[in-house]
């Protein structure tokens, strides 16, 4: 979704959540309509955007998830000497 399409759809057009979705084509009006909330909860962003703003930027203030990344959950590093001992107990696979 075009985030920055969307905005000034929104702010300069002043179109509706359903006349943003349909004239974005890829997204529902769910979608934008839960995208503007986001925006409007969010104290890091207003409209007008600054020229630097991309589309990646305004996703990752809004759409981050609070607490561990998935590259750390996936890399976490572990006992190995721990996983060798109970490894070794009778049961253990």
Known sequence: MDYKKVLRLHFVNHLSCREIAESCGDCSKTTVNEFLKRFRE??????????????????????????VSADQLLYRDFNKEAVYKALARKGET
Do not use: C, R, W
């Open 42 to 67: 969010n104290s890091e962003l207003s409209y007008p955007l600054p020229t630097d703003a991309t589309n990646e930027y305004i996703e990752g203030l809004l759409y981050k998830k609070p607490g």
